[in-house]
């Protein structure tokens, strides 16, 4: 189980939060724009890296508010975690 | 020396442990059961044998052995239950096949129902199970009571059982046995199979694959099929493109050994546990996934504890029995819950993932149709239409009422 650091409330314990999948995946600027394969890549298509991973958490059983992490997908280590608006960089 | 020492050390091993040879027809990437049986049939069916499985543990390290072992086609769309009923068929006749004991066991497989809205799903799903000539009954409350009798049925359970879908011809085999059997069998038919093997780069020219960069130096292929679960990614990205897979851990356990008190398999969606009784007697009993990406082959303990609360709720008489062990694996887990089997962009180079929770029962039928394709450079009818291309196109294959989490 992880110890996974809201921005907001602290270290608490993995059940109490919700996963979101990758983070920074931005909705496409130009909808009607895209092709059949660019659109497929935006629905399906989210990156599977093993190492350090940006992804996005919810704390559901606490202030209920979205924010981001960096994890390690090879080792479970948990580099830090950082606010909705701030950059991977910001992660503590 | 103590004579079973001495059977031990002296015992014949069921394949030969080669290295690489500089080139081969084909190769094949994953020594799991996908990877194996598909050596098996293209040596097989299609007379190829001038091929090779490198794997980068020992054979069967992956999924291929962490699995529940539960087998069934009872899927809902017309291209799943061609594609599991037909890796069904093949089962029941693989020990025969393959000459050895994998303990394939037609117990009966249960999906039980909590409430309305499971009811209906699953009586339109055994429907359309017979309209595709797939085994299905469904069971009320009594039925289920008559078929499994130590399921709590009782109108006040914590999860009350309203019915339930039986497949009578799924069961469970021994999954390392299907290993054994198709490693002697592969090596007998001239496959090598080349252990402690790690695929570290794909070689690409024009457009079409040539060969591999590997742990053991490289390796020269006219074709190459990627047959590794939950590391498809990693591989698919040394070549240049992507799937659209996830892979998350996902754990199962089993309890010290007990007598037979579990005459078939009981599955639930709704309260994510799936139950059997292995023939040595342990319960094994499977989790739904860690929500989170990961290739570290574990999870938390948490995912194991409501798991076991479940079960607790539909088996009271398991309330005493204790954990032995637990374990996770990596699966590959696809956006509609179906594989992807065929082609990609790169020429000559197959890809074979996706399977995610619920790969073992199409063990048979995944490699009869990746060696069909890898041998003729087309799909095989049963595989077409789970191409890559489908996420483009739209045409989706949404299991996740068959197969989601549960197997
Ligand atoms: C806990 C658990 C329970 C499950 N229960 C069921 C069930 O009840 N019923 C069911 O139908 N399915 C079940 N499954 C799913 C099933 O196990 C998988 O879908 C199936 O085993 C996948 O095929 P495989 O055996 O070929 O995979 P694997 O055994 O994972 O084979 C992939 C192989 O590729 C190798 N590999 C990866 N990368 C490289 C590389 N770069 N170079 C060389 N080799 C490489 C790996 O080492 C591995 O041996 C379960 C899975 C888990 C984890
Ligand atoms: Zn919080």
């Known amino acids: 189980m992880f110890q996974i650091r809201c921005p907001y409330c602290g270290p608490r314990d993995e059940p109490e939060f919700k996963y979101g999948g990758q983070a920074h995946v931005a909705y496409p600027a130009d909808p009607e724009a895209l092709s059949d394969e660019e659109w497929a890549r935006f629905l399906f298509f989210r990156d599977n890296a093993r190492g350090r991973y940006a992804e996005r958490w919810n704390h559901a059983a606490g202030c209920r508010r979205w924010f981001n992490v960096i994890r390690d997908t090879g080792t479970h280590e948990m580099v830090g975690s950082y606010q909705v608006g701030e950059q991977p960089l910001d992660a503590r | ?407």
């Open chain 2, 1 to 407: 020396m103590d004579p079973n020492e001495h059977a031990l050390h002296n015992a014949p091993f069921l394949w030969r442990t080669p290295e690489p040879k500089s080139t081969y027809g084909a190769v094949i990437v994953g020594g799991g059961l996908h990877g194996l049986a598909t050596a098996y049939y293209l040596a097989k069916n299609h007379g190829m044998t001038d091929i090779a499985v490198v794997e980068r543990g020992w054979i069967g390290n992956g999924n291929a052995v962490r699995n529940t072992t539960i087998i069934r086609s009872n899927y809902l769309w017309d291209e799943s239950a061609a594609m599991y009923e037909h890796a069904l068929k093949l089962w029941e006749g693989w020990t025969e096949e393959l000459d050895y004991e994998i303990l394939f066991s037609q117990r009966g497989v249960l999906n039980l129902a909590h409430n309305l809205h499971d009811v209906r799903e699953s009586v339109r799903r055994v429907e359309a199970n017979r309209l595709n000539g797939v085994d299905a009954e469904w069971l009320d409350a009594d039925g289920v009571k008559e078929f499994c009798p130590i399921v709590d049925v009782s109108p006040d359970a914590r999860y009350p059982v309203m019915g339930a879908t039986l497949q009578r011809r799924g069961g469970i085999a021994r999954h390392d046995a299907v290993i054994f059997a198709l490693g002697r069998a592969c090596d007998a038919l001239g496959v090598d199979i080349i252990q402690g093997c790690e695929v570290t780069g794909i070689d690409v020219h024009d457009g079409r694959v040539t060969g591999l960069q590997t742990s053991k130096g490289p390796i020269a292929a006219g074709k190459v099929g990627l047959v590794a679960a939950g590391r498809t990614s990693l591989l698919t990205a040394m070549a240049g493109f992507d799937v659209p897979i996830q892979s998350h851990p996902l754990q199962a356990l089993v309890s010290e050994v007990y007598e037979q008190v579990l005459n078939c398999v009981v599955m639930s969606n709704a309260v994510h546990v799936y139950v059997s009784q292995a023939h040595k007697g342990e319960l094994v009993m499977g989790a739904g996934i860690d929500a989170f990406n990961s290739y570290a082959q574990r999870g938390g303990l948490h995912v194991i504890e409501e798991q076991m609360s479940a079960g607790m709720q539909l088996f009271p008489h398991f309330s005493r029995a204790r954990l032995l062990r637990t374990w996770g694996g990596i699966v590959d887990v696809c956006p509609d819950a179906s594989p992807i089997v065929g082609l990609t962009p790169v020429e000559n180079l197959y890809v074979n993932c996706g399977w995610g929770t619920g790969g073992f029962k199409a063990t048979p039928g995944s490699g009869y149709v990746m060696a069909h394709t890898i041998a003729t450079g087309e799909p095989h009818a049963l595989n077409r239409p789970f191409s890559l291309t489908r996420f483009e196109t739209g045409e989706l294959i949404d299991e996740h009422g068959a197969a989601a989490v549960a197997h």
